[in-house]
């Protein structure tokens, strides 16, 4: 299976991520949001994260214009039709992604691989949705994706072994190095990441220690490159919420339980980078 054609769904920063490191990668790249300038908007993101690149010298003005050749943006879903790939980073919500789908399914040609950015939810509801569940596979990114080098390839039942062997194919292709997981909440990564996360949070309710005490141990005596707390407000407050919300509805462990501070957060719309305003403030 050949892949050329990739199209990005989802207007947020993994999609602009996703699509960057798509086109670097030589790949023609449509990025779609449901309204024109929020995808012009994406473009613009990853013009402006390019030219960084060009002033530091990790990228040359003809490479970066090449890349930009091969970015567009729409707010059809009709224009993804003739992509290879199509890659939807939404909001982390199931019955949204499954309507997705359905929709693509319907558009798209039946060789096109459906592949969701999800980083807990079931992959086979999404491909229950269509008409095509052998072509649907989870291709999970990492934030920053240009940067992350890790990238989750997720098996879904259903999932053909020739579209498992494309995705890995594509993620190489891209520079990345992709595991496979089978299709259970928080495949690995985040089923190992969020109990740490969430008992971080424990402890800053508990009051055992400060916030940036939490943090600076965790850098000092781990070598993490990032405490717990400014780690969740780079995450989002409520992709974390819905992350650890999936994981205690599949396992029912204690661990996965969000701590109620970050439902209130999340309620009061704190959350995080994203907001301006998190565990740590971002407004200056």
Known sequence: MSIKRVGIVGSGIMGSGIAQTAATSGYEVVVRSRKLETAQAMVAAVDRSLSKLVEKGKMEDADKAATMGRLSATAELADLKDC???IESIVEDLDTKKQLFADLDALCAPQTILATNTSTLPVAEMAAAT???QM??????FNPAPVMSLVEIVRPLTVSEDVVATSKKFAESC???PVEVKDQAGFIVNAL???YLNNAVRLLESQVASKEDIDAAMKGGCGFPMGPLALLDLVGLDT???ILDALYEEFKDPNYAAVPIIRRMVTAGQLGRKSGSGFYDYSK
């Open 131 to 133: 008409n095509r569940p």
């Open 175 to 177: 520079g990345k190095s």
């Open 193 to 195: 990441l969020f109990p």
């Open 84 to 86: 290879d790939l199509v």
């Open 240 to 242: 974390s919420l819905a």
């Open 136 to 141: 649907v596979v989870g291709i999970h990114f």
